[in-house]
């Protein structure tokens, strides 16, 4: 049977929880975290970025995070606590499906940039274009 975009974030959101901002900033803080936007470049450019997260588009994430990749982002590590948000949270819980298949073990889907700002979370804001 195929499987439909719903089928997927049904079963992404039920083994990614989801947490909101207070506790993302919390476990930054006291766990060393990582709030990890998965968003396109375009999209960070135009709305900004949570202050202290780091980006990896989505597209590039399984490179990034397999240390056996010669694109290996270091800061992607299995012992460390992952927060991923996109825009919305659908991407999140996909990503962060991957990410548990992938062996890590502590991951969150915050949801979307908009989830971030709503809960109190700074950002920062898309450099001018024009300068």
Aim: proline share 7%; charged share 30%; net charge negative.
């Amino acid at each position: 049977m195929d499987r439909t975009v719903k089928d997927m974030l049904a079963s992404a959101n039920a083994e990614v929880p989801r947490i909101d901002t207070e506790s993302a900033r919390a476990m930054m803080a006291e766990q060393d975290a990582l709030l990890l936007d998965i968003r396109d470049a375009p999209e960070l450019e135009k709305t900004g970025r949570a202050e202290g997260s780091h980006h990896i588009p989505r597209g590039m994430l399984e490179f990034r995070a397999d240390p056996e990749s010669p694109y290996h982002d270091p800061q992607l590590r299995k012992d460390r606590p992952v927060i991923l948000h996109c825009a919305s949270g659908g991407r999140a819980a996909l990503a962060g499906k991957l990410l548990k298949e992938m062996g890590f073990k502590t991951v969150y889907n915050l949801g979307g940039l908009k989830d971030w700002q709503e809960g109190g979370g700074p950002v920062e804001t898309p450099l001018d274009q024009g300068m």
